[in-house]
């Protein structure tokens, strides 16, 4: 009789079912019908899809669609990108310009601003964009030691370290400066925010700056509240320059300096919508004669 060798037992198969425990067995098994169950779902409608040229039409005018979507981005990358291309090739060309006009033709004196400075002034300007101090007052390189800031504020010494005090005290006491300048001007942004500022707390960053001028905000209301919004303003914006000036006697090596006369302060108001210049400057003797905080100004003179 044949003897029919014995098969290898199945339950010892690492993927059989009976080597596996029901609960595994019943998941891989569940999975492998779902599986199929998805392909004959696909194959149905990859089918339907042919069979129906509303389908097809429709798919098809989708596409375009997104094709036309990726082209106009595309279009408007490149557009984004000549823009701005063009924006610094007339950067490139001002500073050629400057270079070759400027730098190039008073190259020694370039070359000893390389090794030091010595700016008699120090400006403080606001941040604003139509106010340039180099280009309204015609500061040359090597001048003026300038900060910009909103609303061209000078925080009293006692708030703590800030970039506006950090410029003054490098300026005063590395650079030796002898003047001071603070500049405001017409229909300031932040002069504005400070006098339409409510009650309520607003965390934002421009508000807590701007707080460094509330005293000119309550000399203001106070002054010209007969005054329509927009006077007030302008009110304010000449009433800010005084209060930084006060501002800057707050700080022990400014006051000792304009004490001695070494150092001077001094405000000005620049007008950008009929190009007018006010300019005045810090009476320390005139302000402090009743030792009261009165503020007194000298040499106030108006261009025009």
Known sequence: MAI???????????????ALSPSTASVIFDSKVK???????????????????????????????????????????KVG???????????????????????????EHYQNLADTQTPKFMVIACADSRVCPSNI????????????????????????????????????NTLKVENILVIGHSRCGGIRALMSMQDEVDSSFIRSWVLV????????????????????????EKESVNCSLSNLLTYPWIKEKVMKGTLSLHGGYYDFVDCTFEKWTLDYEGSHKDESDKFAVKNRSFWC
Do not use: W
Request: hydrophobic content about 35%; some cysteine; overall charge positive.
């Open 35 to 77: 599986s199929r169950e998805i392909e004959r779902t696909h194959l149905s409608l990859f089918t339907g899809f042919y069979k129906s040229p509303g389908l097809k039409l429709k798919a098809a005018r989708k596409s375009v669609g997104l094709t036309q979507e990726l082209k106009s981005d595309k279009m408007e990358t």
């Open 137 to 172: 007052l015609g500061f040359q390189p090597g001048e003026a030691f300038v900060i910009r800031n909103i609303a061209n504020m000078v925080p009293p010494c006692e708030t703590g370290p800030s970039e506006t005090n950090a410029g003054l005290e490098f300026s005063v």
């Open 4 to 18: 029919i060798p014995s098969l290898p037992s199945i339950s010892k198969h690492p993927f059989s079912s009976s």
């Open 213 to 236: 001028g509330k005293n000119a905000r309550l000399n203001t209301k106070a002054a010209a509240s007969n005054l329509n919004f927009d006077h007030q303003c302008t009110h304010c």
């Open 81 to 107: 990108t000549a823009n701005e291309l063009d924006l610094f090739d007339e950067m490139k060309h001002r500073f050629l310009s400057f270079k070759k006009q400027k730098y190039m033709e008073n190259f």
